[in-house]
């Protein structure tokens, strides 16, 4: 960069010095002499090259400034170049207003110490149907804004180049600066670099580049056999790939590049996909909502280090036949798999390559349906990670996983399994720290030949025996797993809304664009342990609000009561149910035995003892919903706090929900009538507090009920009708 700026410096002194600016229009067949100082005379050209030999050309040249502004040229039939840029050196080229319709704008070959900046080189060739050849020669480029071939020393900064195949398209070049450009929305690649090595690309905007017919054969930055490169602070999301590099047969060169800080979420391909790669470092990038965050196949020698890879279509990192590579300190959540490592099939002249020699360190693997899976590889090293509420494992073992050490990590509520092994190998995980962390929990949540004594004892969890009156209120721990294979991608927030809610302070909303079958599921707040014991009378409440896609809807709707012996109820309700909370709160009831609104099936060993989940599963094909989930209880639900005894009758079969109460709540009763009743409730001194009189029907009722301004404490209501009448209690709580 010093370099060139000290050309470019010398370039301006000198021809300030010597040379006075000319103003010219623009013509057909213009040769630009050295030591030119040229201002084209504003207006619109049309001028077709269909020789490609330029409409400019810059033969065998230096020390020139060519200044374009209030300039729009047209060429003709996506042929040619407006410039041709030969063994020439110390230009500049800017202030264009548009130059459209050429093969590439400009073309440059064995030329150096050129600035290009300020120039708009869009609408030049494009083409969007086809599979591209990223091995091609510079024979084979496909058009766009900048054609480079054996250049080096070029800075581009402030330039538009969309609509196009190509954004930039280098060849065997080198030290190439590119900062601060708007590429995007082309269809080949915004930045492509083949064999071109020493580049710095930073804060350049290459986002939505993408094909029609493959979105795996284009990029926002296309990087074969490109070494000792710098990647940083671009915008690189919604493209094909986000980074492509590829080095078949070239693996012995080192790569060494270094991506950081780059935007490459929302591909529908892979944010980062780098093979055959050797010592690349990619850290601090965003590699979210993607088919894969990082597929790294053959690569070795990898740091993938502080990047956030979160809700991809299939795994967070997934690397086949790699070696010696490093993973450390990344947020790795809600990927179907967080790490997948295996060994496919091989590839000719990889024979002799298989997976081994892994270092997971300090890494976030948190609401995965698998957190690591570890296939036919040795020497993994799973080190001081926290792997916490993944579903069906934390680690997965699978075929020859010898000489694996899985040490120091805080292994922390998973619904099924904390480890689990296929492998007739010996996995030593020994000195981790599990929670829950008695003896007959963990060993519970570990299957197959593992070596998991002695441990390092967790903090000890409290012991969750009776279900919240409302397990949608803060701080109750919520997560999503996305199904294997079909990630939630696009859009993923989980949290609460204290705005939109049916009772209590706030309800568990979630918004995915994806759609597949997505699980919310329940835990405690903070370490503590869900270990209920309920009984086939016993009911679950949840409150439901939701906003469908108007085309499909939810296609499928099923809740899950599961235990600590990864055994499940499964309750199955018609999708339309579901569909007919859009848009309004309703209340679901799923009685415990099933019903024929939800039907119960079974899977494992399961019983209602020790329950430890509830999972919501809802699923609208590819459209995505949000959800909004509040009052999750089961019924009859016991107050965590003793109140006095008053005498209740079951004539209406009457429940105030949740209990306790926070700021409002519904009173639910069934009459056996139309009729009107009176609902009138009390304080403990006898004063009553507010009246309702409501007409009743038959069936279900339900009123909400407005707590706001009185004082925690315990009250109870009289409902009345023509002949009957029931007293029950509440408490309410600000908590």
């Known amino acids: 960069m010093k370099v ?13 010095s010597s040379t006075a600016q000319t103003w010219l229009p623009l013509t057909e067949d213009l040769e630009i002499p050295s030591n030119s100082w040229i201002k084209f005379l504003g207006g619109t050209y049309l001028l077709g090259d269909y020789a490609s030999d330029g409409v400019i050309r810059i033969i065998g040249k230096e020390n020139i400034i ?166 940083e602070y671009n915008d690189l999301s919604w493209s094909g790939d986000g980074i492509f590099l590829g080095q078949y047969e070239y693996h012995h060169i080192p790569n060494l590049n270094y991506f950081a800080h780059n935007q490459c979420s929302n591909s529908p391909h892979n944010a980062i996909e780098a093979t ?60 179907p798999y967080g790490i997948e490592l295996w060994e496919g099939g091989t590839i000719p002249g990889y024979e002799n390559q298989f997976s081994h020699d892994y270092y997971i360190a300090e890494n976030e693997i948190i609401g995965n349906i698998i957190g690591i899976t570890s296939k036919k590889t040795e020497h993994l090293v799973v080190k001081n990670n926290l792997i916490a509420y993944n579903q069906t494992e934390g680690i997965y073992f699978e075929g020859e996983s010898f000489d694996d050490t899985i040490t ?58 009776i279900p919240p009156c409302d397990m949608a209120e803060p701080d109750a721990n919520w997560n999503m797993y996305p199904e294997v294979g079909y990630g939630s991608r ?60 108007p085309q499909y809807g939810f296609q499928f709707f099923h809740i899950r009561v599961g235990n600590y012996t990864q055994g499940y109820y499964k309750y199955t309700a018609n999708a339309n149910l579901l569909n007919q909370c859009h848009l309004q709160w309703k209340l679901y009831k799923i009685p415990l035995t099933g019903n024929a609104t939800f039907v119960r099936s079974v899977l494992g060993n399961m019983t209602l003892t020790e329950v430890n989940y509830v999972e919501i599963h809802a699923d609208t094909w590819d459209y995505g919903f949000t959800l909004w989930v509040d009052g999750v209880q089961f019924e009859p639900c016991t107050p965590t706090v003793d109140i006095p005894e008053i005498s209740e009758s079951e004539t209406f079969r009457s429940q105030i929900y949740p209990n306790p109460v926070a700021d409002q709540a519904y009173l ?34 339900f009123i909400q009920v407005n707590t706001t301004g009185w004082e925690p404490g315990i009250y109870f209501y009289i409902l009345t009708g023509k002949s009957s009448n029931e007293t029950r209690k509440f408490i309410l709580s600000r908590l």
């Open 4 to 16: 060139i700026c000290t050309f470019l410096a010398s370039l301006i002194i000198f021809l300030n």
């Open 66 to 231: 060519l200044d374009g502004d209030s300039c729009t040229v047209q060429g003709g039939n996506f042929t040619g170049f407006l410039f041709l840029i030969e063994n020439s050196n110390n230009i500049i080229i800017k202030n264009f207003d548009l130059v459209k319709n050429y093969r590439y704008a400009i073309k440059a070959v064995n030329s150096h110490d050129i600035q290009i900046n300020d120039n708009n080189f869009s609408w030049n060739k494009k083409d969007t149907t086809g599979w591209i050849n990223v091995w091609g020669t510079v024979t084979q480029a496909l058009g766009g804004g900048v054609l480079l071939d054996q250049c080096s020393r070029f800075e581009f900064f402030n330039n538009t180049m969309t609509q196009q195949n190509d954004g930039i398209a280098m060849y065997d070049c080198d030290s190439i600066h590119i900062y601060h450009n708007t590429l995007n929305w082309n269809c080949g690649f915004g930045i492509r670099m083949n064999f071109t090595n020493y580049c710095s690309i930073h804060h350049n905007d290459c986002s939505h580049v993408n094909r029609q017919t493959d979105p795996s054969d284009c990029a926002a930055i296309l990087l074969i056999v490109a070494n000792n490169n710098r990647v």
């Open 276 to 335: 055959f790669a050797d010592g690349n470092v990619y850290k601090h990038n965003l590699c979210n909502d993607s088919h894969y965050g990082f597929w790294l196949g053959y690569s070795f020698n990898s740091v993938v280090d502080s990047n956030q890879i979160i809700g991809n279509y299939n795994s967070g990192i997934a690397i086949d036949r790699g070696f010696q590579n490093t993973i450390t300190h990344n947020e790795i959540k809600r990927n």
């Open 408 to 465: 120091g990590n805080l292994f922390k509520l998973p619904t099924f399994y904390h480890m689990r092994s296929t492998s007739a190998d010996n996995i030593y995980a020994a000195d981790n720290t599990f929670i829950p962390s008695e003896i007959f929990m963990i060993g519970n949540k570990i299957s197959g030949n593992i070596t998991w004594n002695p441990f390092v004892p967790g903090p000890a969890p409290a012991i969750q025996s």
């Open 490 to 549: 696009l859009t993923e927030t989980l949290g609460y809304d204290y705005a939109d809610k049916a009772v209590g302070q706030a309800s568990v909303k979630f918004v995915t664009g994806r759609g597949w079958d997505c699980a919310l599921s329940f835990r405690p707040a903070a370490d503590s342990v869900s270990l209920w014991t309920l009984s086939e009378t016993d009911t679950l409440y949840i409150w439901m609000k939701c906003i469908k896609q």
């Open 668 to 701: 639910t009763f069934n009459s056996d009538e139309n009729e009107p009743v009176t609902l009138n409730i009390y304080d403990l001194a006898g004063r009553m507090l507010t009246a309702w009189k409501i007409q009743a029907v038959k069936g279900d009722n």
